[in-house]
């Protein structure tokens, strides 16, 4: 970003209903599952689960203000919402196994003493 252009970076909200135009130009309807990123700017949606920039995005022409429901009836707004847990449960456990000390130390312990 050049030095003096100041830069306001679009932010979508989670569930927002968004239209998202890809490599290609094809526009899919889609929603957000998480809010945008304010470091990386990217913005966190279903369509393929990738985070894409504001450019590729645009707000759905139903969105009406800061509350709507992203799809027309109720169940499919529940529906939204346990796929947000899912993701945010998935981002919250841990990646890597922890080392289960006491079994290998018991085991040294029998090698030690089998002679």
């Known amino acids: 970003m050049p030095f003096g252009i100041t ?3 679009t932010k979508f909200k989670a569930n927002a209903s968004v239209i998202f135009t890809d490599k290609n130009g094809i526009k899919i309807d ?3 599952i998480f809010d945008t990123d304010e470091v990386t700017g990217l ?3 279903n ?8 450019e590729s995005l645009l707000l ?6 800061l509350y ?5 009836d109720a169940f499919s707004f529940q529906m939204l ?12 456990e841990r ?8 079994r290998q130390n018991s085991l040294m312990y029998l090698l030690a003493n089998a002679s």
């Open 7 to 9: 830069y306001a970076m």
């Open 30 to 32: 889609t929603f957000v």
């Open 43 to 45: 913005t966190h949606i």
């Open 81 to 92: 919402n346990k796929l947000k847990a899912k993701y945010a449960k998935i981002d919250a």
């Open 60 to 65: 759905h022409s139903k969105t009406v203000g």
């Open 95 to 102: 990646k890597t196994l922890p080392i289960k000390t006491e």
């Open 47 to 54: 369509h393929e689960n990738v985070r894409v920039g504001e």
């Open 68 to 72: 709507h429901m992203p799809l027309a």
